[in-house]
């Protein structure tokens, strides 16, 4: 398979994880985290967690997406997901009732950033990890 091919691949992954992880993000920095706060006390973590979501939801995908490091925001993005599926605390096979997993977008996320941490971010970055 030709570089290129790959190189643009992992741009594709790169943008789409990033933007759709951005979106979430802005819109706790507009809207807050009482959210975010209220279902960690919840599950018995400090409200002060919540404010990791700034860290995997903004910092993490700006890292992504500009590729400074890919790399480490990919690994932030993974501890975000995890977090994020401890908290829902929805059986991981659960089905929607069209069939479809009920974390199917929290597994896409997952398996990008996967796939970033193992291959890098490629050719098209600024800084390489």
């Known amino acids: 398979m030709n570089m290129i091919n790959i190189n643009f691949g992992l741009l594709f992954i790169r943008l789409g994880l990033g933007v759709c ?3 979430h993000g802005i819109f706790k920095l507009t809207h807050g985290i009482d959210g975010v706060k209220s279902m960690l006390v919840a599950r018995g973590i400090p409200d ?3 404010y990791g979501a700034y860290v995997g939801e903004v910092l993490a995908p700006a890292m992504i997406i500009i590729g400074v490091f890919c790399r480490i925001g990919a690994l932030l993005v993974i501890a975000n997901v995890l977090m994020i599926i401890y908290v829902l605390h929805t059986p991981l096979s659960a089905l929607t009732g069209v069939g ?3 974390l199917e977008i929290v597994y896409l996320y997952l398996s990008a950033a ?7 971010g490629g050719e ?4 390489r990890d």
């Not at 996967?114 to 890098?120: E, F, Q, S, T, Y």
């Open 48 to 50: 002060l967690v919540a």
């Open 100 to 102: 479809g997993f009920e």
């Open 21 to 23: 992880l951005l979106m």
């Open 114 to 120: 996967i796939c970033l941490v193992i291959c890098g």
């Open 124 to 127: 098209f970055v600024l800084i």
